[in-house]
T-cell receptor
C-alpha cells in the first residue's frame, strides 16, 4: 500500500519568514495530494490540494509543488503569521477507480510561528 | 463544517467493555471513513464505506468493526476496548464526484 513520509516533524519560524514542509510518497498510482491544517483541539481542515497533472498551485500565501518523478510534494507558506501555528498534514490518494477516495496521511508537522 | 457530527464527543470507558461511536452526516455523501489520530502517527484509516452496507478495512482495522445501514450514519464499534485504543477518532465524508474529504469534530476516547 501507499506510504507517506513527512518532514520535519516540528518547525519553528519567526513571523514573516517562509515555512516549507516536505512529503514523499511510494505509490506511483497516487494522483491526489491534499494538505490539511489542524489547530489545537479542532478537526483537520483542507487548506490546499494538487492533482498529478499539475506541478504547482498557489492560493495567496500558500503554495504546493509536486514532483511526480521523484514522488515528492511540498507545502510552502510565505509571510508566516502567528495564526499559521498549527499541525499540518500531507496526504496522498487516488481519485476515481476502486480506490474509494482513500487517503494515506503523513505523520504531521507542528509549525510554530513566533511573533 | 460540512454537516458532520460525531457522538459522543468524549468518552471514558474501562478495558473489556464495548464502545460504539457514531458519525452522522447531512450531506448525502457516498463515502465515509473512520480514522484514529495518535501522536507521531498522523491519521490512520480504520475502516471505510462506499455505500449503504458496503464497508472495507483500512490499515489499522484489528479490534474494530463498522456498520452502515443508512447513508447518513456510519458506526464504529470497539467490541472489547483495550488501552491501546485510547485515541482521538475522526470521521470523514466525501462526495461521489469530489476528491476532498471533510472531517467531523472528533471523539476523544480514553480506555482505562
Amino acid at each position: 500500500g501507499e506510504n507517506v513520509e513527512q518532514h520535519p516533524s516540528t518547525l519553528s519560524v519567526q513571523e514573516g519568514d517562509s515555512a516549507v514542509i516536505k512529503c514523499t510518497y511510494s505509490d506511483s498510482a497516487s494522483n491526489y495530494f491534499p494538505w490539511y491544517k489542524q489547530e489545537l483541539g479542532k478537526r483537520p481542515q483542507l487548506i490546499i490540494d494538487i492533482r498529478s497533472n499539475v506541478g504547482e498551485k498557489k492560493d495567496q500565501r500558500i503554495a504546493v509543488t509536486l514532483n511526480k518523478t521523484a514522488k515528492h510534494f511540498s507545502l510552502h507558506i510565505t509571510e508566516t503569521q502567528p495564526e499559521d501555528s498549527a499541525v499540518y498534514f500531507c496526504a496522498a490518494g487516488s481519485a476515481g477507480g476502486t480506490s474509494y477516495g482513500k487517503l494515506t496521511f503523513g505523520q504531521g508537522t507542528i509549525l510554530t510561528v513566533h511573533p | 463544517d460540512a454537516g458532520i457530527t460525531q457522538s459522543p464527543r468524549h468518552k471514558v470507558t474501562e478495558t473489556g467493555t464495548p464502545v460504539t461511536l457514531r458519525c452522522h452526516q447531512t450531506e448525502n455523501h457516498r463515502y465515509m471513513y473512520w480514522y484514529r489520530q495518535d501522536p507521531g502517527h498522523g491519521l490512520r484509516l480504520i475502516h471505510y464505506s462506499y455505500g449503504v452496507k458496503d464497508t472495507d478495512k483500512g490499515e489499522v482495522s484489528d479490534g474494530y468493526s463498522v456498520s452502515r445501514s443508512k447513508t447518513e450514519d456510519f458506526l464504529l464499534t470497539l467490541e472489547s476496548a483495550t488501552s491501546s485504543q485510547t485515541s482521538v477518532y475522526f470521521c470523514a465524508i466525501k462526495g461521489a464526484n469530489q476528491e476532498t474529504q471533510y472531517f467531523g469534530p472528533g471523539t476523544r476516547l480514553l480506555v482505562l
